[in-house]
């Protein structure tokens, strides 16, 4: 049993010992955090609202994250990466619910997401990638997903474990200059996040996403670069370049989710939580704080309701400045029951124009501000039919274009009465 993890910090280039994680011999005893007295040196506040930095002990942190602080709590693989890990080690003879927290992050070891990386390190597999085209690993991930065995297990834990999220993933690498997609790392590549439909998902949801990308930079959102992965046969990838790494470089992330200690699985924050917290980590940025407000309004309009916490995130520059990350998981989502996970000023299902003009207040963006935001989207949202039958038009059925055209001019119309 793993008792005591180091964690490291690995941002931009750095690597030094930043805390100590441990728990007593007590199988039910809390998990236990301290700063080194490095962290404490290098001044460098990573979750300055729930873990200052300090010379106390921190423990008590909530069971939904494991008993981890949220910051680290971040780096541990939910939904696909725990599918992965605990199908693997049941392969292996090893029951995933005998498997501590603290162990499991041992696994994850310098793979996290972000900049932190976990010592003592476990292989969980050998790390020997072989490059793997997408299509395989499409077909692979299905049948995972479908409860079958795959001889491509390990690989797919080492290339999909650490992300978060249901949708089956993996971390690869492509060049833009070629076009070239590989498993494998090679000279001129950076790193991306692929994605393939989850069971029973229609294979457009992989365009769509690609498509709400577009949207979102139409309107003024900043997003990584992506590609849609046409891959035949019925299967198709969205890809993303990370925007946690530069080239070699890690960039320390930090979830809304995290920073807040907040339950992503339940409906339990606000836009204006998402806003004020913005304001707070990025040292009042206002134009941080817009963005937080132009991804909240694109989710009212876009009817991207899979909102939660998790779901937003900062990223730490070279100057230790945070800054809110790219826009990330745009799509077209229904909600649990049809509500969005995060509300707005209190609202949840239509929203309504004076809670945009509520939210925007509290962001102090200006009523002809926002007038213009509302107009811009507007006129990008009206047209989504016609970019998905000008570029996509075999990919997305017809009736799916029309049911997420017609909800999005309702969403409209709710604001603009």
């Known amino acids: 049993m793993v008792n005591r993890v180091n964690v490291f910090y690995e941002g931009w280039g750095?690597?030094?010992h930043w805390g100590t994680l441990a728990i007593a011999t007590s199988p039910h005893a809390p998990i236990l955090f301290e700063y080194t007295p490095e962290a404490l040196q290098q001044g460098l506040e990573l979750s300055a609202l729930n873990l200052p930095l300090s010379s106390r002990t921190y423990s008590g942190f909530p069971s939904f994250n494991e008993g981890l602080p949220g910051v680290i709590a971040d780096a541990l693989p939910d939904g696909w990466g725990r599918l992965l890990m605990d199908r693997l080690f049941r392969k292996r003879g090893v029951d995933p619910n005998k498997v501590t927290v603290l162990e499991r992050l041992t696994y994850v070891s310098d793979t996290a997401m972000g900049a932190f990386s976990f010592h003592p390190e476990v292989?969980?597999?050998?790390?020997?990638?072989?490059?793997?085209?997408l299509d395989l690993l499409a077909?692979?991930?299905?049948?995972?997903?479908a409860g079958k065995d795959s001889a491509l297990l390990a690989q797919l834990v080492d290339m999909g474990g650490s992300p978060q999220g249901a949708r089956p993933k993996a971390l690869v690498y492509r060049c833009e200059t070629t076009q070239?997609?590989?498993?494998?790392n090679f000279d001129g590549a950076e790193p991306w996040l692929i994605k393939f439909p989850a069971q029973s998902e229609h294979v457009e949801v992989c365009v769509i996403e690609y498509i709400y990308a577009v949207c979102a930079f139409q309107c003024g959102l900043e997003v990584p670069q992506i590609e849609y992965f046409d891959l035949g046969y019925g299967l198709a990838a969205f890809g993303a370049k990370r925007f946690d790494r530069q080239g070699e470089l890690r960039i320390p992330m930090h979830s809304l989710a995290g920073y807040l200690n907040a339950d992503f699985r339940i409906p339990n924050c606000d836009y204006d939580t998402f806003i004020r917290s913005t304001g707070h980590i990025t040292q009042n940025d206002m134009s941080a704080v817009k963005q937080a407000f132009a991804c909240a309004l694109f989710n009212v309009i876009f009817n991207n309701r899979d909102d939660h916490t998790k779901n937003f995130s900062y990223l730490l520059n070279e100057h230790r400045e945070w800054k809110l990350?790219?826009?990330y998981d745009l799509t077209y989502n229904e909600g649990p029951s049809g509500y969005h996970q995060m509300s707005v000023m209190g609202e949840t299902q239509l929203i309504p124009r004076q809670a945009i003009l509520a939210l925007a207040k509290a962001a102090n963006i200006s009523a002809p501000e926002v007038e213009q935001m509302i107009e811009r989207f507007a006129t990008v949202a009206t047209s989504f039919s016609a970019l998905c039958n000008e570029f996509f038009n075999q990919e997305i059925r017809p009736t799916t274009i029309k049911h997420i055209q017609q909800t999005l001019n309702r969403n409209l119309a709710a604001i603009r009465s």
């Open 14 to 16: 750095e690597r030094w």
């Open 123 to 133: 292989a969980l597999t050998d790390k020997t990638r072989q490059d793997i085209p």
């Open 139 to 145: 077909r692979e991930a299905q049948a995972v997903l």
């Open 180 to 184: 070239r997609t590989s498993t494998v």
């Open 325 to 327: 990350a790219p826009a």
